[in-house]
């Protein structure tokens, strides 16, 4: 196996169960992932990949380190696919854990017989992450209790978007969203990376749906920022959709977006996704045909309703702004 090779763009979602639910419902439960991987029991440091003496394992040896304690040397278990794609001799910093869960009491962890493991952030996957003059900033920041980061703070995260990997991009596009009071820091001069990265399709679907959300949050004067990028993503889907990928959730935030943004969106193409196979979608596409044409809306509502295939969870929305409308839904 070739080791000099780059570390490569990891396209694969964190297989971790906590962002089943959708991104809104996601920032209620966890924090930035510089404040989780400075976590209790954990161990974050700058270090450089040596070797691997197993198919599971890597040796780091540190070089800083950032949050807790670590020794020289850690061999520490992670994944195959971040370990085949390491490149040896060079640095990172990553986040480490020599504890696990207990079983008989979950607020005492125990030592794990299997020895030291990187964490695993959701979505982002193992807590390997590029070493950069800007990452360093940022878990100096946090470590220090930066509650309340400022400018300097949402500098380091664009310019770190800028570059090309796509693990690291990920770590600061959840940093962003996590951390929505930075946004009042956005200016228009920062919009055209941002813009770049929300069009990409490169970036996982989940975290490109973090990107668009959070410019809902943007400064009055730069909400529509992202619009063009939802139109597009709107106008390019399908109606049928993989209901086991994240593509449904892009879809619904890009309908969101636009609403938000008050987007002069094209009601016959946001109308088509009354019939989308997710429920989620086709009723934020009824909530954005009611912004841009309420009419429209109402003969796009009772069109699906003579489906006899419709999701009962579409099929209650749309009788139930029919019922609003002054009209039955039946």
Do not use: C
Not at 80 to 108: F, H, K, M
Not at 142 to 150: Q, S, V
Not at 299 to 323: K, P, Y
């Amino acid at each position: 196996m070739d080791r000099s090779r780059s570390l490569l763009p990891l396209m694969t979602l964190a297989a971790i169960g906590l962002f089943a639910a959708t991104a809104a419902g996601a920032a209620k439960r966890l924090k930035a992932p510089t404040l989780m991987m400075m976590g209790k029991y954990q161990q974050v440091a700058v270090a450089m990949a040596e070797q691997s003496s197993e198919e599971d394992t890597v040796q780091f040896k540190r070089k800083k380190v950032l949050y807790g304690k670590m020794p020289k040397r850690v061999t520490a278990r992670l994944d195959a696919e971040t370990g085949q794609d390491l490149v040896w001799g060079r640095s990172y910093i990553i986040a480490y854990t020599e504890v696990r869960r207990n079983p008989l009491d979950r607020d005492s962890p125990e030592r794990d017989p299997d020895g030291p493991k990187v964490v695993t952030l959701p979505v982002i996957g193992a807590a390997v992450i590029e070493d950069t003059p800007e990452i360093r900033f940022l878990f100096e920041a946090a470590r220090d209790g930066e509650k309340e980061p400022g400018r300097d703070y949402l500098d380091a995260i664009l310019t770190q978007l800028a570059r090309p990997d796509i693990r690291t991009r990920k770590f600061v596009i959840a940093e962003l969203y996590m951390r929505p009071r930075l946004l009042d820091h956005l200016q228009e001069a920062d919009l055209p990376a941002i813009r770049a990265v929300a069009g990409s399709s490169e970036i996982d679907t989940e975290v490109r749906s973090f990107l668009l959300e959070s410019s809902t949050r943007f400064p009055s004067s730069l909400r529509g920022a992202l619009a063009d990028v939802a139109s597009e993503i709107v106008e390019e889907a399908k109606t049928e959709l993989d209901l086991s990928s994240t593509h449904p959730l892009l879809v619904k935030t890009s309908l969101q977006v636009l609403e938000t943004a008050g987007a002069d969106a094209d009601a016959a193409l946001v109308g088509r996704h009354f019939d989308s196979n997710s429920p989620g979608v086709a009723k934020a596409a009824l909530s954005l045909l009611r912004t841009l044409d309420d009419e429209a809306a109402a003969r796009r509502a009772r069109e699906v309703l003579s489906r006899s295939d419709l999701h009962q969870t579409t099929r209650r929305a749309m009788e139930q702004f029919l019922e609003q409308h002054g009209e039955g839904g039946g």
